[in-house]
C-alpha cells in the first residue's frame, strides 16, 4: 500500500522535471530525467503503473494464446467544409475576432482602481512558497482568459452549431454583468472591499462578480463597461453568423453522414457495422445523436447511442437502461462479455461519445473509429483508438478516420498558439491530461514543432505512445520490461540461476557507440553495508551495478540501473552459444584468468563509485573461484562487498556470442 507521505515528496520531483523541461533539447534525455528525479519517483511508479502498449504486449506477453491484434489500415483523413451554403465566414476570420475579445465579465479585477488593487491582492490572491510570495487573482482570470478563447477556437473547430451554443452563453453573461452594473451605480456607498463579507446579503447590490468579486466604487466603470459593449457587440455577430449555419447548411455533418453510411454499407470485416464517433465536448455528442440517430436508424437500419458522461445519455434502443455500463454492453457484447440471456435487449451499432470513455474500455468489436475533432494532446487520439486496437479482436483489420479543419496543419497549430498565448506539455504519465504554462519568450521548447510533427505523423498512421517523439515512456522508468524476462527465463529453466556460482562471468562483443567495451558489474553488499542504502527508495536493494570504461570511468553509475540493464539486455539477448573467438581473445589477454590486473582497477573503481570514495586498490581476491569478498575496511571503512557477477564487453573482430 502506498501511504499518504509517500505522495507528498513528489512535489519535488514536479520541480525537478520542470527545470528538466527548461534544458536544450539535447540534453532532454531520458537519463538525464532519471538522474534528476531521484529513487522515490521511481519506486512509486513501479508500485502503481502497468506500462503495456500494444508493442509492450506483443514483445513481452505473446498473443499465442490471448490471441493477435487486429491490422492498422492506414488512417482516412477528411477535411471538409463548414457551411454548404459557403456563407461562414473562414476560421481565420473568425480567429481574429475571438483574439479581440476582452471577455471583460470574467475578469473584474482587471478594472479594480490602482489604489485599491493592493486591498484586493490581500482578500484573493493566494500565499506561496510559504508566505514568501503569492499568485495573483487578477492572473488567474487572464489565464481564464486565454482558455476560454482556446475553448471558443476548438469549438468552432468541433462543430458550428456547438460553438453558437458556447458564443450564446457568453454573450449571456456579458449582458447579466451589463445590467449588474447598470442596476446599481445609483445605489454605490462608500464601503472597503476588506470589511466586507461577501456572503452577506447586504452587500449584495453593491458586489459584482461570480466566485471572485467587486465592489462597483472600486472599479474604473467607464472602462468596464466599454468593454463589455464591445464583446456584447462581437459576441452577437458571432452568434448570429453561427446560427445560421443549422444541421440543413452543415457540411462537416454531412460528410461525417457520408462516412458511416459508407462504412455500414460496404464492412471491412464481414458483418461490422460497428462505428464509434468521438468528440471532445457534449454540446458537440448530442448535436450530433440529435441529428444522427433517426437517421442512421430509418436509412441504415442501425441503433445509437450517446455517452457524454454529464448525465444526458441517450439511445435509440427503446427499454434499454441508459447506464454507461448497459449502453456499452450493448455495444460491444462480445468484449464486455454481456449474458446470453440478455442478447433480446438488443444491439447498439452507432456510439457517438466523449472521452469520458477513451481509457479503460474494451471495445473491440468495434472496428471502426472516427475523430470528430482533434484534441489539442495527440496522446488522446492515441487512447481513443486503442479501444478498438485490443489484442484478441474478432476483426482482422481496425479504421481510424481523423476530421480535420479544412485549413493547411500549421496555420491551424499557429492559430492555436496565437488565440491561446499558452503551450501544451505532455505529462510525463502519459494520462493525456494536459498542462498549461506560460510561454517564455525565446524558450518555445519545440512544443508547436512536436505537436506537429505528431499529427502529421497521424495523418498516414496509427502511432504509439512509445513512438511519440523526444517523448518519454513509463517503459524507461520502470523495471517492469526487466521483470516480465526474470518470470519468463525462472519459468523456462528453474533452478539455473540459484545454482549460478558467485563470479559468474561472460564474454560478450559490441559494436554500438552507446556501448563501449569495458565491464558490468553486479555487486551485493555485505554485512553493516548492506544495512546502509544509499539513498530512499533506491529499487535494488543490497545489490549495485555499475557499467565500467576500460579506461576506469564510470559509464553507468549503480543509479542508472534500469538503463545498465537495457544495455546488458541489447548486448545478450538471443545469444545463446558462446562467442569462442571472444572467450579466446580473452583467455590469451588474461593467460586464462590469472592476470586480471585491469579487471582488478576496474572493479576498484566500481566498488569506489558505490560506497563514494576515490581510492582504488587492488582486490584479486575478488575474481577467486566461487566468489570472494573485500574485507571490512578494505576501502576506508566501507564495509564488504560480494561480486555475484560480471559481464566482459570486447570489441567486436569476425564473431558474437557469450560464454556462460
Avoid at 83 to 98: K, V
Avoid at 101 to 129: C, G, I, M
Avoid at 241 to 266: G, N, S
Wanted: hydrophobic fraction near 40%; charged fraction near 25%; proline fraction near 4%.
Amino acid at each position: 500500500m502506498v501511504s499518504v507521505a509517500s505522495i507528498v515528496p513528489l512535489v519535488l520531483p514536479q520541480k525537478q522535471f520542470n527545470r528538466w523541461l527548461d534544458l536544450d533539447e539535447h540534453d532532454r534525455s531520458p537519463v538525464r530525467l532519471i538522474e534528476m528525479l531521484g529513487f522515490d519517483y521511481f519506486t512509486l511508479l513501479d508500485l502503481l503503473t502497468i506500462a503495456r502498449s500494444r508493442k509492450h504486449v506483443e514483445k513481452y506477453y505473446g498473443t499465442a494464446e490471448t490471441g493477435r491484434f487486429p491490422e492498422r489500415l492506414k488512417p482516412i483523413n477528411i477535411q471538409s467544409d463548414v457551411d454548404l451554403a459557403g456563407e461562414f465566414r473562414p476560421i481565420r476570420e473568425i480567429n481574429n475576432e475571438i483574439r479581440r475579445l476582452n471577455l471583460a465579465s470574467y475578469a473584474p479585477l482587471r478594472y479594480v482602481l490602482p489604489h485599491k488593487q493592493e486591498a484586493y491582492d490581500r482578500k484573493y490572491s493566494t500565499h506561496v512558497r510559504g508566505g514568501v510570495s503569492f499568485f495573483r487573482q487578477a492572473d488567474r482570470e487572464e489565464s481564464l482568459i486565454h482558455l476560454l478563447r482556446v475553448n471558443l477556437l476548438k469549438r468552432m473547430e468541433s462543430a458550428v452549431p456547438s460553438f453558437a451554443l458556447t458564443v450564446q452563453r457568453q454573450l449571456r453573461d456579458v449582458e447579466a454583468t451589463l445590467a449588474r452594473i447598470e442596476s446599481s451605480v445609483a445605489e454605490l456607498e462608500p464601503v472597503d472591499i476588506t470589511d466586507v463579507d461577501l456572503d452577506d446579503p447586504a452587500f449584495e447590490s453593491l458586489l459584482v462578480g461570480r466566485k471572485v468579486k467587486v465592489l462597483l466604487q472600486d472599479v474604473d466603470l467607464i472602462r468596464w463597461k466599454q468593454e463589455l459593449i464591445e464583446d456584447r457587440n462581437r459576441l452577437a455577430t458571432l452568434f448570429s453568423a453561427a446560427a445560421q449555419v443549422d444541421a440543413e447548411r452543415d457540411a462537416k455533418l454531412a460528410a461525417l453522414k457520408e462516412v458511416i453510411a459508407e462504412k455500414c454499407l460496404r464492412p471491412i470485416n464481414f458483418g461490422n457495422r460497428k462505428v464509434i464517433v468521438f468528440t471532445a465536448f457534449t454540446d458537440t455528442a448530442c448535436y450530433l445523436y440529435d441529428h444522427l440517430a433517426s437517421w442512421a436508424k430509418s436509412a441504415l437500419d442501425i441503433e445509437s447511442a450517446l455517452i457524454s458522461g454529464s448525465g444526458t445519455n441517450q439511445t435509440t434502443l427503446s427499454g434499454l437502461r441508459k447506464d454507461q455500463g448497459t449502453l456499452l454492453s450493448a455495444f460491444a457484447p462480445r468484449a464486455k462479455e454481456r449474458p446470453a440471456e440478455l442478447a433480446s435487449e438488443g444491439e447498439i451499432d452507432l456510439l457517438i461519445a466523449t472521452d469520458c470513455i477513451s481509457e479503460g474500455q474494451n471495445l473491440q468489436d468495434c472496428d471502426w473509429l472516427i475523430n470528430y475533432d482533434i484534441h489539442w494532446n495527440p496522446v488522446r487520439i492515441i487512447q481513443r483508438f486503442g479501444r478498438i486496437d485490443r489484442i484478441g479482436s474478432p476483426n482482422s483489420c481496425i479504421q481510424l478516420v481523423n476530421f480535420w479543419p479544412n485549413i493547411e496543419l500549421d496555420e491551424y497549430i499557429n492559430l492555436e498558439q496565437r488565440v491561446s498565448g499558452k503551450m501544451v506539455l505532455l505529462d510525463i504519465s502519459a494520462t493525456g491530461e494536459e498542462n498549461l504554462i506560460e510561454q517564455q519568450s525565446g524558450n518555445q521548447m519545440n512544443d508547436l514543432e512536436y505537436r506537429r510533427n505528431q499529427l502529421l505523423k497521424l495523418q498516414d498512421t496509427v502511432i504509439d505512445l512509445e513512438d511519440l517523439s523526444t517523448g518519454i515512456s513509463i517503459a524507461d522508468l520502470t523495471l517492469t520490461d526487466l521483470r516480465i524476462d526474470l518470470a519468463q527465463y525462472l519459468k523456462a529453466k528453474p533452478g539455473v540461476l540459484e545454482c549460478m556460482p558467485l563470479g559468474s562471468f561472460a564474454v560478450v562483443t559490441t559494436t554500438e557507440v552507446d556501448i563501449p567495451p569495458g565491464i558490468i558489474f553486479c555487486l551485493r553488499a555485505e554485512g553493516e553495508s548492506s544495512k546502509r542504502i544509499p539513498e530512499a527508495g533506491y529499487p535494488l536493494g543490497v545489490h549495485y551495478l555499475v557499467y565500467m570504461n576500460e579506461d576506469g570511468s564510470v559509464i553507468l553509475p549503480y543509479t542508472q540501473a534500469k538503463q545498465i540493464l537495457d544495455r546488458l539486455k541489447r548486448l545478450c539477448l538471443g545469444r545463446d552459444l558462446p562467442d569462442f573467438a571472444a572467450c579466446a581473445r580473452f583467455d590469451k589477454t588474461t593467460k586464462q584468468g590469472e592476470e586480471m590486473l585491469a579487471a582488478h582497477r576496474l572493479l576498484a573503481s566500481a566498488v569506489s563509485s558505490v560506497a563514494g570514495k576515490n581510492q582504488e586498490r587492488a582486490v584479486a581476491s575478488l575474481f577467486a573461484p566461487g566468489g570472494t569478498h573485500v574485507m571490512k575496511g578494505e576501502f576506508a571503512g566501507i564495509n564488504d562487498f560480494e561480486v555475484i557477477a560480471y559481464l566482459l564487453i570486447v570489441p567486436e573482430t569476425t564473431s558474437s556470442g557469450s560464454n556462460d
